[in-house]
């Protein structure tokens, strides 16, 4: 009897855990949220910039925004790879993210799901005022179209209901947000 109570405890073990990590995400859920987490950390580095170096109330604002909803998509992004038993970052470059990502080469070439290069990064640091906001806002309207892409590939070939979900919210988000980012260029700063 011991045996057989061994033998079902030990089956629903492995099918709960077949589940939960085999059935329920793909290769694309990983990719998505190892490539997410440095997107996003990267635009609260540069959202945290914004406190003391823009010029408008209105850009001050908005990266606040940013980093509000940010902030928590990233915990909730490494809690899924935490129980995927998945690393943060994909592969053991150092650069983590998505395959095509520029993480901070020396490019200046943005157009790798909307990151910045290390040195656009110097650039908004060393900038303040009116320069810092335009700066600011040019960057972030790349940075947000990036995200969006990486969101419409997951809505696209992700399996995991919740990642698709988080996808669905960032790309809806992050168009309201280039929207109003796009406005301020305008001449509404």
Not at 163 to 173: D, F, S
Request: glycine share 12%; proline share 3%; hydrophobic share 40%.
């Amino acid at each position: 009897m011991k045996r057989l109570t061994l033998v079902l405890i030990s089956a629903l073990v492995l099918l709960t855990a077949c589940s939960t990590k085999a059935q329920d995400h793909n290769a694309q859920d990983v990719g998505f949220a190892q490539g997410m987490i440095p997107h996003h950390r990267q635009a609260l580095d540069m959202s945290s910039l914004a406190a003391t170096q823009a010029s408008s109330p209105k850009v001050k604002d908005l990266a606040q925004r940013i980093s509000a909803a940010q902030d928590p998509e990233i915990r909730t992004m490494t809690g899924w790879l935490s129980s995927w038993g998945e690393p943060e970052t994909a592969g053991s470059g150092g650069g983590g993210g998505m395959p095509g990502m520029n993480h901070g080469g020396g490019s200046s070439d943005t157009s790798h799901m909307g990151m910045m290069t290390d040195a656009e990064m110097a650039g908004l640091r060393s900038s303040s005022g009116a320069a810092f906001d335009k700066m600011f806002l040019t960057m972030m309207i790349e940075h947000h179209k990036g995200a969006i892409e990486m969101s419409r590939t997951e809505v696209d070939k992700g399996k995991y209901g919740p990642a698709k979900q988080l996808a669905e919210t960032i790309t809806a988000a992050q168009q309201k947000e280039i929207d109003e980012m796009q406005g301020l260029l305008s001449g509404s700063l």
